[in-house]
T-cell receptor, first 113, second 109 residues
């Protein structure tokens, strides 16, 4: 059973389009995250979300928005895609407490042409 | 600002030992993590340190010195499959993970 699953794995789209990436976790974790990993392999937090609180990285453009229908899902919606949005996007989740690592999904490679 | 520093790339020989260093400056400290990431794959959890000292897990060990803002990941008996990027991450006072850019480890036969 896949712990954190995200779809699609690859996404190629044109500038200006709107797209969504889906993420689901079956670990019962309270908190979910979206990360962007650019060509330099640096992982940047975009959002963290649990039932109570959405924390937004202030550097993230408002074209990006997380949508959480329930505790096990956190989807990422992107409006008006730009070339610079091309990257690998990872979903992750974690349980409460500080000494647990994050479990990552397999990533979505987004290419904007 | 918050900062995690680790070498960009390291090369080692199969069967040898390699140490990957990580230094950090963060607003608060609630633990340090090491992750392994193979090319094209997701990061996977390797180790967690919150107290000073050495944590050993098979061929991998991780060390922490909070007073020095320093950690290292030690990999013994290197295998070709250990070729990957190794990411250091620190949980700050808000329990947010701050990530280093990763160290690409190349293993040669």
């Amino acid at each position: 059973d896949t712990a954190v699953s995200q779809t699609p794995k690859y996404l190629v789209t044109q500038m200006g389009n709107d797209k969504s990436i889906k993420c689901e976790q079956n670990l019962g974790h309270d908190t979910m995250y979206w990360y962007k990993q650019d060509s330099k392999k640096f992982l940047k937090i975009m959002f963290s979300y649990n039932n109570k609180e959405l924390i937004i990285n202030e550097t993230v453009p408002n074209r990006f928005s997380p949508k959480s229908p329930d505790k096990a899902h956190l989807n990422l919606h992107i409006n008006s895609l730009e070339l610079g949005d091309s990257a690998v996007y990872f979903c992750a989740s974690s349980p409460p407490g500080g000494n647990y690592g994050y479990t990552f999904g397999s990533g979505t490679r987004l290419t904007v042409v | 600002g918050q900062n995690i520093d680790q070498p960009t790339e390291m090369t080692a020989t199969e069967g040898a030992i390699v140490q990957i260093n990580c230094t950090y400056q963060t607003s608060g400290f609630n633990g340090l993590f090491w992750y392994q990431q193979h090319a094209g794959e997701a990061p996977t959890f390797l180790s967690y340190n919150v107290l000073d000292g050495l944590e050993e897990k098979g061929r991998f060990s991780s060390f922490l010195s909070r007073s020095k803002g320093y950690s290292y990941l030690l990999l013994k008996e290197l295998q070709m499959k250990d070729s990957a990027s190794y990411l250091c991450a620190v949980k700050d006072s808000n329990y947010q993970l701050i990530w280093g850019a990763g160290t690409k480890l190349i293993i040669k036969p």
